[in-house]
């Protein structure tokens, strides 16, 4: 408990307030779903920017609260088919700090892509249903829609 409570405290004296798309998610989250969170995070967008990181993050939280995906943190990140990086080395490896920072933006709130449900690398994949669905951002190599 301690450990998030400090990684809370350097988030906010490193990282600029943020206008929030949305209110803060619940204080009841786990050690765990954050871990969960920032292990996607680091996974999927090691090499993007900041606030990429953040968006990624979003969208894990924003399936959440949606109807089309399962209801829990771990639902939705091993949900088959849906995050490409579960499963692989860096997925099991330990997350950069900054990609924890990353997970507490957006259980804070913070959601760069105002309500994404669906993100993916635009430089690869060709899926038409996927293309077919509304734009919500572009961030990085990473396309957001809903």
Not at 23 to 43: F, G, H, K, M, N
Not at 71 to 87: K, M
Not at 93 to 115: C, F, H
Request: glycine share 6%.
């Amino acid at each position: 408990m301690w450990i998030a409570i400090m990684v809370l405290v350097l988030a906010l004296g490193v990282v600029p307030a943020q206008a929030m798309a949305y209110s803060p998610w619940s204080w009841d989250y786990t050690q765990a779903e954050l871990d969960l969170i920032a292990r996607t995070v680091y996974a999927e967008a090691a090499g993007e920017p900041y606030e990429g990181k953040v968006a990624i993050a979003a969208v894990i939280l924003n399936r959440v609260r949606s109807a089309e995906f399962p209801d829990t943190v771990a639902g939705v990140v091993y949900e088959p088919w849906q995050f490409s990086c579960v499963g692989n080395w860096m997925f099991n490896s330990v997350p950069s700090r900054e990609s924890y920072l990353a997970a507490l933006d957006a259980l804070n709130g913070w959601d760069p892509t105002n309500g994404a449900l669906y993100y993916w690398n635009y430089h690869i994949v060709t899926n038409s249903w996927l293309w077919a669905k509304p734009t919500a951002a572009v961030i990085g190599n990473h396309w957001f829609a809903y």
